[in-house]
């Protein structure tokens, strides 16, 4: 190409400084170099997070000038990981990027970059819990101001670009649970009574106004929306509908979701009441919704039949997809039990061994599906690198469904990737019987393959960090990624990117994989250069290929259907597995077990982790100190005295 020129995103590790000339190199995850000058304007600017705290702490020299030569000699070092923004140049076989900013990652503490290589911004302490707090005070402040009266009627689904309530006064539920796991995530991690006093005032109105019973009092169906005092029980979306303005359906995903809040605030609380509400809901799951068959869940349920073969159902009719197998584990399965299960088998809730049982179960069926069916394989091997992810009801693939046809989400495989750590880490427990360590070992293998294949074939963006949306499955005929529409980047899906990489640096390999680590601090990069709304304190929704913010639309919205949730579970998770397998350093947690308590004890670990990876090391309920000599893994035993009181624990990395 001739004259040719771009607005280009590159991230990777310098090499090849020269400082008199005013260039270095930067090697991409590619494999490619790519040439970057320095200009008069180039600009060295450290990553900012929300709480916009200045955290330059470079080293430099008496008489700085923060001229190009002096700037180029202070803030880099070879192999040190850099995200550049500029002009991408091509002029026959010459190619370079002339450098407008070029983002610092590393947390220095006034030393030079070479002297602490691997210490980045992201990776900090208050990093993930700073921006967490940020979002959660900007979304509460649209809604209440600074006042603690969380009336949430005043609750809307919809808060525009500027966080502003939208005209629309729907209150959809699958937002408003997800919201609950916010609020409830952050009090978790940060110990703000706000948050917590907020998340109680949310469930009460959730589990009033959007809950309905069986006739037998025993299953709930959640209302997909409140307009006003109209209740909309159906979904509403394009891809529930059998046909346009037809929306006979309850969609499965969103009544899974209606548990994702109740299920996090119940390991902070253990109320009573709502692990009931998750209960019943469950059981609306496995009574309703099961395919008694072939296994595994439907996708949608017709309202008027209370059958999921119904004709009416149009192209939901008797179909199962990602969603209506592996979105149980994350959403709700994980943290329920976590909340009804020590890590040594014991519970004091006798009560509820029956559901924890059915829980138990439920992860086997659905870890076993995805492994079973999701994959393309062929002579034991992966034939592509992404799995499938349209069924019928005998679990032959489906690939004329709607607009997925034979296309792939990639945060849908590296979900899957991350979450079957998640499950490995539990089933290959010491106390597991063999077929359950048998089961951990082959999840493991499973997500290993995944995202080993998402990151080779280009799905985690090998020159810029960050991970795509939409691909078809199938490559050209040369091996590249097709995209039907744009190669845009969704916030969402960096989430599932960030923590599968992070998890899988986790694995207790001798040595670690430094891959997966360089993986997760890329996506890390990307996400906090490009997609944290420093206007509005919150985040944008799409960008494009080089993080441009894509604001036309609905994906100008702060919060809608398809938002919230992801950001904090990707704050608290980034939280949990930087100090679980990166750093070591202490992970502190806030609960405060409610008063009509009655499991007698409480597991504060925050998720399925390597057996004995994390012990805990101080204890405090009601502001005073608690000897921890009587306790055994995360298991914390809790008296009637403690109930209704903080309870405050130090996890350490055994």
């Known amino acids: 190409m001739k004259l040719f020129s771009q607005q280009m995103t590159f991230t990777g590790t310098v090499h090849a400084i020269e400082v008199d000339n005013l260039c270095f190199k930067i090697k991409c995850r590619s494999g490619d170099s790519i040439d970057i000058k320095i200009l008069s304007n180039t600009s060295f600017e450290t990553i900012r997070n929300l709480d916009e705290v200045d955290r330059n702490r470079y080293l430099k020299p008496k008489e700085f000038d923060y001229s190009p030569k002096a700037s180029l000699n202070t803030f880099l070092s070879e192999d040190q990981l850099v995200t550049v923004e500029g002009v991408f140049h091509q002029n026959g076989s010459d190619r370079w990027l002339d450098a407008r900013i070029i983002h610092l990652l590393l947390s220095l503490g006034d030393k030079s970059p070479s002297e602490m290589p691997d210490n980045y911004l992201f990776e900090s302490i208050h990093w993930w819990k700073a921006q967490m707090t940020r979002v959660a005070d900007t979304t509460l402040q649209a809604f209440f101001g600074d006042g603690d009266d ?24 699958a937002p408003f649970s997800r919201f609950i796991y ?33 006739e037998d009092g025993r299953c709930i169906i959640w209302a997909y929306g409140r307009r006003f005092s109209n209740l909309i029980m159906t979904a509403q979306g394009g891809d529930d509908a059998a046909k346009p303005g037809d929306n006979p359906a309850v969609a499965l995903y969103e009544q899974i979701y209606a548990l994702s809040g109740l299920a996090m605030y119940h390991r902070v609380t253990q109320a009573p009441e709502v692990l009931s509400d998750i209960i019943c809901t469950v059981r609306t799951f496995n009574v309703f919704f099961k395919d008694p068959k072939a296994l595994g869940y439907f996708s949608h349920l ?21 969603n209506s197998i592996g979105d149980h584990i994350p959403a709700y399965l994980i943290n329920v039990v976590l909340a009804l299960e020590s890590f040594n088998g014991e519970t004091a809730y006798v009560d509820i061994l029956e559901f924890l049982d059915l829980c138990r179960g439920m992860l086997r069926e659905t870890a076993n599906l995805i492994v079973d069916h999701f994959p393309e394989t062929k002579d034991g091997s992966l034939a592509n690198p992404f799995v499938r992810e ?17 296309r792939a989400i990639v945060g849908h495989n590296l979900k899957i990737a991350w979450n079957l750590i ?98 997760a601090r890329e996506t890390s990069a990307f996400w906090n250069i490009f997609f944290l709304d420093h206007d509005n304190a919150t985040y944008f929704f799409r960008v494009t290929d080089n993080g441009i913010p894509i604001v036309k639309g609905q994906y100008g919205q702060k919060t809608n259907f398809s ?38 004890g ?53």
């Not at 706000?194 to 019973?213: E, H, K, P």
């Not at 039949?305 to 939901?316: E, H």
């Not at 597995?577 to 990166?582: D, G």
């Open 422 to 519: 998640r499950l490995h880490y539990y089933f290959s427990r010491t106390a597991a019987d063999s077929s359950e360590r048998e089961l951990g070992g082959k999840l493991k293998d499973f997500a290993v393959r995944l995202a080993d294949g998402i990151a080779s074939c280009g799905g985690v963006d090998p020159h810029r960090g960050g991970c795509f949306d939409c691909v078809e499955r199938q490559m050209d005929a040369d091996g590249n990624l097709q995209f039907p529409w744009l190669n845009t980047k969704d916030f969402w899906q960096q989430e599932q990117a960030i923590l599968a990489y992070y998890i899988l640096y986790g694995l207790p390999n001798a040595p670690k994989e430094p891959k997966y680590l360089a993986l």
């Open 302 to 322: 017709d309202l008027a039949t209370m059958t999921c073969d119904s004709p009416a159902l149009g192209k939901n009719q008797a179909r199962k997809n990602w």
């Open 390 to 406: 349209r069924f019928h009801a005998d679990w032959s693939v489906d690939k004329t469904w709607d607009w997925q046809q034979d």
């Open 150 to 173: 969380f009336d949430f009627s005043r609750y809307r689904t919809i808060l525009g670009f500027n966080v502003n309530p939208g005209s629309d006064n729907i209150q959809g539920m």
């Open 602 to 654: 409480l597991n504060v670990l925050p998720d399925f982790l390597p057996e004995g990876h994390l012990r805990v090391s101080k204890l405090r309920i009601g502001g005073r100190d608690v000897p921890i000599h009587n306790i055994s893994s995360g298991w914390i035993p809790l008296g009637t005295k403690d109930l209704g009181k903080e309870l405050v624990v130090q996890l350490d990395r055994a």
């Open 182 to 214: 916010d609020l409830s995530a952050a009090y978790n991690l940060t110990g703000c009574q706000r948050y917590l006093d907020a998340a109680t005032a949310a469930v009460t109105f959730f589990r009033n106004r959007f809950r309905s019973y069986s």
């Open 563 to 600: 938002t919230g949730y992801h950001v904090f579970e990707l704050c608290y998770l980034a939280h949990v597995y930087i100090r679980c397998f990166v750093d070591g350093k202490p992970l502190t947690l806030y609960y405060k077990p409610s008063l009509d308590n009655a499991q007698g």
